[in-house]
């Protein structure tokens, strides 16, 4: 990790010296033990404060969105397929950004640590694969492969896809993942076992929307639930109402869903909200041998279309 | 409930599906009254907010129908069609809409009795189900 | 709906009836021939400011497209793409459309022609007739049925399809009880609104016009003239146009494959091709049809497609000719894909198999073997021909024909008549698929309005408009008018009891019933009641909105209001029709239907059609015939033309070409043409020229040149891309290494230089498909065999006691150049067949040259040591063509430029404006070229003609501050309406561009976009409505 922040702060302080951004973003210490907070740094002398470590699950890419400056961004796989997206949305332009890849092995479930223990977690530490959990009265090594952040642990897109200098050599892809265990275990449901199961799913949401904050796609000046020409959508927690929300705000992202976890990690009510976009990642890889994010070159599979697509129709 | 008719809404493109389903007509080809049309240019325009406000509002069917792929009076609007429908009723029908309650055709403008066969065939499945009751809104679920 | 409207200037209407002064060119013009070709150029014709005279013998237009189940090669559906054409002329004011009608005699001369035609008696009156179709239904006499080649029956008083334009009834008085016994008159009882009219007699018209175009078609051949294959006895004998209704959803059997015999599905169907073509015999024609080998693959195609079972399909050839654009991929796909077996072999006779309905098809396989084969169903693949009553028309109207009866034409005027001012399109001309008959059509179109460009729009009618009220801000008054149409809809469904529902419907102010609500009398009252009503937003509840929301758009015009203020509830086809058994529920439906509708109407705002004005220059890109001829009949109708030329000369590919097919000399024509060309002061020529930068769109263009080592901006309001192709330089076959190996380009150099060294020749060996039918080059570039048979003809001319042959794959001379094939052979020269997937090899030993290959027929090795040796090589165009990215306009995988619609939009792009001719759409002929090139030109002229265009106003526009610019609506909009504002980045719609058709309002997942008309808004206000339905 060392090695890592080292060569992120080297390469930031040489191109903010040099002038050739205006701004860094990366990641810096949180207040909250696994909270790393996103952080701007405009000054070579500001970069001591960037770190890494398995608590950078934020993706950077959403602080992209719309910027004019010339940035140098801390990108790990999936921002970095993020990253590609945005340009190809218009969000941001290759040019303006110096993209400075880091190899990820992964980041740590924090709603998964905090549930194993009663008490207050006051700090976790790493140490290679072993994640240290302590609290006022212990301190708990855990394997860092148990505490994975659940996309994490299927990831195979783990070094960044696009990058101006990469921060350490690419890590091993993992291989052996089943990225779609759990779309299938959905899959296999009969109908009323999958309404009972997303029913349930959902009835902790509150709708504040952190999910969608967080998402790097989610960009659009004004989101469909505030729609009122007319208002087809409720503003309730009506149940129905959550679930439409969560349906369409899915269907919006898929193609373009990189699996980062952001909402997920984002959500206050620890809600799985990524087995919705899972679902349709599955299949537009299955239907569509497509993966976002890969490409500058092509546009999400909702963009596009061959005469030869596999066909619902009667 | 012997007596209950489910509610259909069918969005029919307004150069094949519409076109035939007008030749069903002027070849007085029956089918049961369920079924209410809303014309649309083009499956390309066909939003899946209007398929979730349909099922919402208390439909217990949707049918959507454009020209054949290679067909589109638009050139390609049914084939982007295509693949929002394929993701999107796959991702419903994830979330427990039953198969069956929405419905995707083809149909040319010469093709009356392929209209009214699905017609026939869209309207028993839906009937088949029985009322909705997911992903429509209480008051309505009450009722039923 | 979707229908672009053009405004032409304001002229008089009085200008019409004025006395024409002699030598002044009539502005109207006459196109015999309702078919395809036909409606094509009264289209381009009425668009660019002539009024046009639709001549038809039969009761509809549509022509034997409309028969069709599906196209080749997209298997688009043949009714879908052709109904919109239909309605566009069936409405257009400046097209009068005569059925039923024949011409008789054509006097006076080009630019002012008197013509004398009897239109014959409908015995309906297209007035009152609503097409209901209660006399049809009420006719006691069946007869065949010739629409669906005689396979279904139909009534005496009938419609041909229930597509057709017009759409009113016919009283056939051949078959007709009344005429044939003096008895009946059923019709006119059962006739809801007094169409029936028994007295009608025929009228004799006398019209002026300046031109005629003679789109005349063709028919198919009939096989029972001479029967030899039994198709008389045999009801599983069919044609190929039969075939077609079979496999039609609207034909005899409901789109359902059975054979005629028993209905029983057939499992092995085969298809004879060449039958009534490339066929000497009595009865038969010389010829090739040109689109059999085509069509038969699709039929087998879609035959599978139909069929439940396994279906066996082959089709017994002699040549394979899928020479047009995109074909050859249609047949690899027929062979690798849908497992279409071809096998070359003349059929000679069809012994039915006793008590089975099956037939006996003898063969001799590809391994040399006998083979016997039953097959359930038999498809005479029959050819096109001229019918004895076109032929004597054309004789009579002093038409110069061929030996076939098609019109004699040159290769350099495609569409000229052997008489002045009498231009010719389609079929009619040659035998030729739709595609070769649209673009021959607009040519004629492009070529008539060369000569009658000063008497443009002189008498031609422009609506008028009467002054629109102002209703924005007003509340909604919805007035509902429900029609009973006749029994047709109050048969059913409770139409009073509609009219109290929508009585109390929110902003509903007033609701009555109509009889007809489409009749003038009721048309007219609704004017009334709306100016009295101060209605600003009407439901006509009636029929269908395809056939006839314009009609009622146009009431509501005549009573002050916006047009787009209406909206239609489609409660007789979509309801009383389909729901008879079931009047109660019906009645509901209906309600909810009106419901839906009175819901989206009060969401509707008054629209405006955008108007744009068109530059008046044009750009025409590439300096090669193509462009050339373009530019001279651009010119000739009084637009001034840019052209540009990438080289230093004008000439392109034709500066290679010896003569053609006909025998013409092309290097004569050429000089001329660009002698023409240079000193015409119209046509600002820009050799050594290349674009830089591309702006604006249709009307407006800002072309950024290259020239001459400086800058120069064009603005010209229409683009026409002829940028052509070259000819590929193979790199095998010791080309480039040994000088005796040529390809045809060269050795057509060498005739254009009368080389004597030709003379000295002992053999001489044409390879066709060098570069072309292989799989890094799935096309065929259709030119190939017809020039190496000619230039092979030329060599035996030279020195009769040369040995020429010929080596090919599939010989493809098509349509009437059949007949050069037919003189290669019996002048001696030598066509072998080579099998394409064995080896081929050509050698330099000890300085001979071998040229080795395995012969079909005798399937082994052959060697032939030639002195010269002439590759037939692809024609290639430029892939990643810059103009591709400069005018928005798409290639296709092999480098062509991909037209708007195969069939019907041949010369167009999707993108408003540019147009493409000649090579760079397809391989093709230098008579296809020039055709192609007076087609753009003429399609080009429908805009530039117009000055101004308007367009639909249910169009597409952005809301900028819910434009969050991921581009979306950029990427997918097919016409490139879409587009970035430099300034803000956010997207707008070029509303001259936009088709209306709402992908991109779909797929805008900021809900940025909004279409008007259809708005999500107005569509959320129909799915609640119907929700408040009670069931």
Partial sequence: MLRYITKIREISERLLKEGKVDMVIGFRKGTMPMMNEPCFINKPEGVDSLVWDSNCGINLANYLTDRKEKIAVIAKGCDSRNIVTHIIENKVKRDQLFIVGVPCKGMIDRHKIASMFEEEIIEVAEEGNIVIVKSAAFEKRLEKSEVLQENCAVCIHRNPVIYDELVAEPVKEQTETDRYKDVRRIEEMQVEEKNNFFDNLLSPCIRCYACRNACPLCYCPTCFVDESRPQWLGKSIDPIDIKTFHLLRAFHCAGRCTDCGACQRACPMGINVRIFTKKLEKDCFELYGWESGLSLEERPPLDTYKPDDPDLGI | MPDWEPKIVAFLCNWCSYGAADLAGINRLQYPTNIKVIRIPCTGRMSPKFILAAFGKGADGVWVSGCHPGDCHYMEGNYYARRKFTLFKNLIEHLGIEPGRLHFSWISSAEGTRFAEIANEVTKTVKDLGPSRHLIKKINAKVA | MFVRVRLGLKINNDLKNMKISKDKKIGSVMVIGGGVAGMQASLDLADSGYFVYLVE??????????????????????????????????????????????????????????VSVTQHPRYVDTDKCIACGLCAEKCPKKVFNEYDGGLSKRKAIYVKYPQAVPLKYTIDPKNCIYFKKGKCRICEKFCPNGAINFDDQKKELTLKVGAVILALGSKVFDPSVHDTYGYKKSPNIVTSLEFERILSASGPYGGHLVRPSDKKEPEKIAWLQCIGSRDEHIGAKGYCSAVCCTYAIKEAMLAKEHSKGELDTAIFYIDIRTHGKDFERYLNRAKDESGIRFIKSKVTGLPPVNGTGRHLIRYVDEAGKRVEEEFDMVVLSVGLGITRECADLAQKLGIELDRYNFAATSSFEPVRSSRPGIYVCGAFQAPKDIPSSVIDASAAAGVVGSKLAESRWTLTSTKHIPEEIDIRGEPPRIGVFVCRCGTNIAGTVDVPSLVESAQNLPCVVYAEENMFSCSQDTQDKITRVIKEQRLNRVVVAACTPKTHEPLFQETLINAGINKYLFEMANIRNLCSWVHKDNPEQATEKAKDLIRMAVAKVALFEPLTEPVMQIDQKALVIGGGV????????????????????????????????????????????????????????????????????????????????????????????????????????????????????????????????????????????????????????????????????????????????????????DMRSYGLREDLYRKARSSGINFIRYDFGKEFTVAAKQGNLQVAFNDCVLRRQMEIRPDLLILASAIVPEKKNPLAQFYKVPQNDDGFFVEAHVKLRPVDFATDGVFVCGLAHAPKTIDESITQAQAAAARAVTLLSAISISVSGTVAYVNPNFCSSCGVCVSVCPYSAPNFNDKSGKAEIQPTLCKGCGLCVASCRSGAIHLKGFDNDQIFAQIFAMNEAVF
């Avoid at chain 3, 298997?75 to 008789?104: F, Q």
């Avoid at chain 3, 050429?670 to 820009?686: M, P």
């Fill in chain 3, 57 to 114: 013998r039969s009761s509809s237009i549509g022509g034997m497209m409309s028969q069709l189940d599906k196209t080749f090669p997209t298997n688009d559906c043949a009714m879908c793409i052709i109904s919109p054409k239909l309605v566009e002329v069936g409405r257009h004011i400046n097209i009068e459309l005569l059925t039923l009608s024949e011409v008789n005699e054509i006097s006076g001369n080009e630019g002012n022609f008197e």
């Fill in chain 3, 626 to 809: 193509a462009g050339m001829v373009t530019a001279m009949n651009l010119t000739e109708q009084n637009y001034i033309t840019y052209l540009l030329e990438k080289t230093d000369t004008l000439g392109g590919q034709a500066r290679h070409l010896h003569e053609t097919w006909q025998g013409e000399d092309i290097q004569q024509y050429l000089s001329g043409l660009i002698k023409a060309v240079q000193s015409n002061k119209n046509i600002e020529i820009f050799l050594n020229s290349e674009i830089e930068q591309v702006n604006g769109f249709v009307g407006n263009f800002k072309t950024t040149i290259q020239h001459n080592g400086e800058s120069k901006v064009l603005e010209h309001g229409v683009t026409i891309i002829a940028s052509g192709a070259s000819a590929l330089k193979p790199n095998h076959y010791l080309y480039g290494e040994d000088p005796r190996v040529v390809t045809s380009l060269e050795f057509q150099q060498r005739l254009i230089d009368n080389d004597p060294s030709l003379g000295e020749l002992n053999t001489a060996v044409f390879v066709q498909c060098v570069g072309s039918r292989i799989p890094e080059r799935p096309y065929c570039s259709k030119v190939c065999c017809t020039q190496s048979i000619k230039s092979a003809l030329k060599l035996k001319e030279i020195k009769p006691k040369m040995n020429v042959f010929v080596l090919y794959r």
